[in-house]
């Protein structure tokens, strides 16, 4: 059997070689997990800076919408705190509900549950990044687990980090942040600016396609994203709501998985 | 006053119960995939699949928007990703496309 090559802590692997991230088993079956600093922490802190302005006037847009739909103060700081999921807060309040029954509570957990059904494929593109945190760290860090800690992740591990921490660092700032602004958001209220009118609504789309560029592993590795691109918008011209991420995404991962291997680097 | 912060404090059970299952949702989602991936046994299809994923599913995200978005959208996410391309600076990117969609949002497109 050929040995994959394992990435060692600052270097990453050569291209066209298989880097194996499978936890280090010396001898006694002692696993050794991803690192998890404080350089690493202020790091992650530091990558998400540039993306706080766009996500304040989200989630203080939230915190309009709640107090404009009749949530108290003390629920939308809980939507925000237990459930740190922008678009599905937002699609939520529309569910809302003064008075609860069995059918609308069922009816506004399958609505989040949609909308954030994305996350499982995006947790399941970094399992191999996840899988090397120790059990405590994985479960922790998995509750702040959203768009942008995750895209910011995918880059840092692409050019060969490893340090767990800056998944938590960012992770941490956004959820602080997330939940702080919710309070201005509520108390200010038709102060709060329309995202879109400032295309704030594109923050996280922009950032996806920035991120997208250094994805980039030639024609043959992009096959898949085209694929991608022609089934989603088939699919939001066909279905509405958010299915068409999810969708998308599992047609170009099979895409993916039925294509040749790489001929080493194209 | 008190009488003001009261009201802001107060929720239901059926509002408390409402959240909990949006937040449980939530956290399925997130565990779902990493949890999902734990028991799949590992094959090079299953890696090439995974390894397409990223890509993917930011295509799936951005290119449906960009389409149907309105010129405003498309033109921003294209201005963002020529100057990562060329520069290779990804606030900068950023801070384009940002000030792009801004401008000819304002400009009413």
Known sequence: MSEPVRPSEHSPVPEGQTPDYSPVTVYSPVTVYSPVTWPGFWLGMRLTLPLLPGIMVFGAAFGAGAAHKGLSLFEAILSSGLVFAGAAQLVSLALWQDHWSFGSTLAITLVVFAVNARMILMGAALHHWFKTASPMWRWFSLYLFTDANWILAVRYHQDGGRDYGIFVGSGVLLWLVWVIVTVPGYLLGALVPDPKTWGIDLVMPIIFVVMLIPLWKGKQAALPWLVAAVVSILVMKAVEGYAFIVVGALAGAIAGALMPEAQSDV | ?109
């Open chain 2, 1 to 109: 006053m008190s009488d003001l912060l009261l009201d802001r404090l107060e929720t239901s059970s059926g509002a408390l119960l409402a959240l909990l299952c949006m937040a449980a949702a939530t956290y399925l989602c997130r565990l779902g995939g990493v949890w999902l991936m734990d028991h799949l046994p590992p094959s090079p299809r299953l890696r090439r699949a995974l390894g397409a994923l990223p890509g993917s599913i930011i295509i799936s995200t951005v290119v449906p928007l960009g389409v149907m978005g309105g010129p405003a959208s498309l033109i921003a996410l294209v201005v963002a990703m020529l100057v990562m391309f060329k520069l290779r600076r990804d606030v900068l990117a950023l801070v384009a496309g940002m000030v792009t969609v801004a401008l000819l949002r304002r400009m009413g497109f």
